[in-house]
């Protein structure tokens, strides 16, 4: 089967951009931009970009207009509070089906929120209680589901763990490094999967070149495992100082969050808590990886080698 051509890119922040900035620099693909403001609010669009366009979630015959002639619907929308990350996915599956797009990658991009676990290679396990911070993402899986079941489009998610350099880009590594202070989840000592941005590129690229492998299957890659533990001692190396360490209970964060979210309080701060315990709470080490059938070689990237370079790329930004 040919691979897709006319892809529909929605997302352009903290991880939609470098990857769409990856994606386009292999100049195979026609990519249709999707953002939700004004297009001269966007700046640094790569110019690999053939067009960009603004679109209302919510005007259905608008949003069909906008897909029709693509191959593909792939979301890079956050999930923060208040962002309505399920009526939007569900709004572009539903315009993807009439426009006639036979394939869909919703927004994931992060530790297993669907429930299937990694020791359970055949079949959904229960990886995580269901809350009101998940809820969107098991919303827009559920839907999918349903609708692949119809044969309407096919679809595929995408699980890479902790998103490494993001997780020193928006700090919930909990490193400070003007202060040389670091607060670490359960001591440091669970372990972690965790993919780099350039591997998570070529998962992408490899699904729009062979897009068979979008099956309605959930899949899940890494380049390696971590504790925040071995984050520290190489913080510690590079930078010659002793830092000042602290810890906290990724369970009793969450519980907090979880009882300000039965209050009706539901910010960043709880939003951010409750997901402590699937990033760093030792639940989401996946024992089946499928980086092979996504036509990712293991072993390429040395997660330890990366773990030194974003250290040093950290102090070199300090500097400047």
């Not at 929605?10 to 991880?15: F, L, Q």
């Not at 191959?71 to 890079?76: E, G, L, P, Q």
């Not at 729009?208 to 492998?213: C, R």
């Not at 990724?250 to 209050?263: C, D, I, P």
Request: aromatic share 10%; with cysteine.
């Amino acid at each position: 089967m040919d691979g897709l051509k006319n892809i529909a890119w929605v997302g352009t922040g903290p991880m939609g951009l470098p990857m769409l900035e990856r994606t386009t620099a292999t100049g195979k693909f026609n990519i249709k931009l999707l953002v939700r403001n004004q297009i001269s609010s966007y700046a640094n669009i790569p110019k690999g970009v053939q067009s960009i366009h603004q679109v209302n979630y919510y005007d259905h015959e608008s949003l069909v207009e906008h897909l029709q002639g693509q191959d593909i619907v792939i979301v890079f929308t956050s999930f923060v509070p208040g962002n309505e990350l399920d009526r939007k996915q569900i709004a572009l599956v539903n315009a993807a089906i009439d426009a006639g797009v036979k394939y869909f990658i919703p927004s994931e991009w992060a530790p297993d929120t669907a429930g299937r676990m990694g020791s359970v290679q055949d079949g959904h396990g229960p990886t995580l209680p269901t809350d009101m911070v998940l809820a969107p993402k098991r919303v827009t899986h559920n839907y999918l589901l349903c609708r692949a079941a119809e044969k309407k489009l096919n679809f595929c998610v995408i699980y890479p763990g902790v998103l490494f350099e993001l997780g020193f880009a928006n700090g919930i590594f909990g490193f400070d490094f003007t202060n040389n202070t670091a607060c670490l989840p359960d001591n440091g000592i669970n372990p972690f999967s965790t993919t780099t941005l350039d591997t998570l590129s070529k998962v992408v690229i490899s699904l729009f070149e062979n897009p068979s492998l979008i099956s309605n299957k959930f899949y899940h890659v890494a380049d390696g495992v971590l504790t925040q533990q071995d984050v520290f001692l190489v913080v510690e190396k590079e930078t010659g100082v002793s830092w000042a360490r602290t810890s906290y209970s990724t369970s009793e964060v969450r519980k907090a969050a979880l009882a300000n979210m039965e209050e009706g309080v539901y910010g960043p701060t709880e939003y951010m808590h409750s997901l402590m315990t699937p990033f760093f709470g030792g639940l989401q080490v996946s024992r089946h990886l499928d980086n092979r059938e996504l036509k990712v070689r293991d072993g390429e990237v040395d997660i330890r080698e990366e773990v030194v370079r974003l250290v040093r790329k950290q102090l070199a930004d300090k500097k400047e």
